[in-house]
């Protein structure tokens, strides 16, 4: 079968396509015949061999997948062969034309949800809902997502929005503020974004800060937490080393509550929460929440829009149509 594949930790050159055996399903697991692999952050820190991400080498990216399930590992029950599902398959393996998922990490798709925009599901939006729950947020809240461009920040536009925060302001690069999701007031992430984003939030610190940059705006979070606030560290993207963190006492003398938030270790250490990561994002979808279409790219297209992302160059949430 095809697929594209890192041959090791590095850059663009480690990237190639190739024809390679279709994987088979072991005990609790599905093979998927791939109609959609979404493109996501997590790829490029895979092939750039940052820890925790790429399970082996050499690695086929794609960490969620749409398609149709040709055949069950053992004692797999609650599938069928000719189901249609999207699944987060955390050990990569996606872009390709058959991959194989954890039946536990794995959702039949609901009926009238189109597949390119349920592919989003199992990595994205799922991530979404899971921040917000680690966030605790509640309504009336002043709330900051340092990263709002791209597929997750998004999907948060769209998740946080359903629960009526006082002030939702998004971090951006003076690229991405343009095509920033409406729901976010802007703050340009520059030498001043401590300053930029307070002022966006009418002079308030914030009670829930979503932090996906790293470096330097993480050094920022002390300027930024209102008393009693709560952050969420999900990334590092700008690729600087992490500051230290609150000392204990800060932390006392604050009320402030840190955390973080990684869906890839949650998925490997307990399967069934991103199950229901999972059936949260459709739950709200049956509720009326509407899963935006992705841009859909042809399978040619697929490197090139890789390396864009790797580059921050991304236009946005991008799945590859892997039958094309
Ligand atoms: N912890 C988890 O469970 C989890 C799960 C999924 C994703 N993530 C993280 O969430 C972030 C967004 O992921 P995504 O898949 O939505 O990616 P994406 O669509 O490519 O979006 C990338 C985001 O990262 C920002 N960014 C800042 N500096 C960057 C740089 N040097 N290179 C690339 N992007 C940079 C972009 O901001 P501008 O557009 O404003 O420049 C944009 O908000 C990533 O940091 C990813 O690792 C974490």
Redo the contacts with the bound molecule.
């Keep these: 079968m095809k697929a594209i594949q890192f041959s090791g930790p590095g850059g663009p050159e480690t990237i190639a396509e190739v024809d390679i055996a279709a994987p088979i399903p072991a005990a609790g697991q599905l093979a998927i015949a791939v109609r959609f692999a979404g493109?996501?952050?997590?790829d490029?820190?895979a092939r750039r061999g940052a820890p925790g991400y790429a399970s082996s080498w050499p690695f086929v990216p794609g960490m969620e997948v749409g398609g149709e399930v040709v055949a069950l590992g053992e004692g797999v029950s609650g599938f069928a062969v000719g189901d249609t599902v999207v699944a987060f398959t955390v050990d990569g393996g996606g872009l390709a034309e058959t991959v194989v998922a954890e039946a536990g990490l794995a959702a039949r798709v609901p009926d009238g949800l189109a597949l390119d925009a349920a592919t989003t599901v199992p990595?994205?939006w799922a991530?979404a809902v899971?921040?917000t729950r680690a966030a605790h947020v509640a309504a009336g809240d002043r709330i900051l997502v340092t990263?709002?461009?791209?597929?997750?920040?998004?999907a948060l536009a769209a998740v946080l929005a359903l629960r009526q925060p006082k002030v939702l302001v998004g971090?951006?690069?003076t690229?991405?503020?343009a095509s920033l999701a409406a729901a976010y007031r802007p703050a340009i992430?520059d030498a001043e974004f401590a300053a930029n984003a307070r002022e966006a939030a009418d002079d308030a610190a914030f009670d829930v800060v979503l932090e996906?940059?790293g470096g330097d705006v993480s050094a920022a979070m002390p300027a930024l937490l209102a008393p009693g606030g709560r952050l969420v560290s999900?990334?590092?993207?700008?690729?600087q080393p992490d500051p230290a963190a609150p000392t204990l006492a800060e932390l006392r003398r604050n009320n402030w509550t840190t955390a973080g938030?990684?869906?890839?270790n949650?998925a490997r250490g307990d399967a069934g929460a991103i199950g229901d990561l999972i059936a949260g994002v459709f739950a709200l979808t049956a509720e009326g929440l509407a899963l935006p279409a992705p841009r859909v790219i042809g399978w040619g297209e697929a490197v090139e829009a890789h390396i864009a992302?790797?580059?921050?160059r991304?236009p946005?949430?991008t799945v590859v149509a892997v039958q094309d």
């Design positions: 493109l996501n952050f997590v490029v820190l990595l994205t991530t899971g921040l990263g709002a461009g791209g597929g997750v920040g998004d971090g951006t690069s690229r991405s503020a992430r996906s940059i999900y990334g590092a993207a700008a690729g938030f990684s869906i890839i949650r992302q790797a580059e921050n991304s946005g949430k």
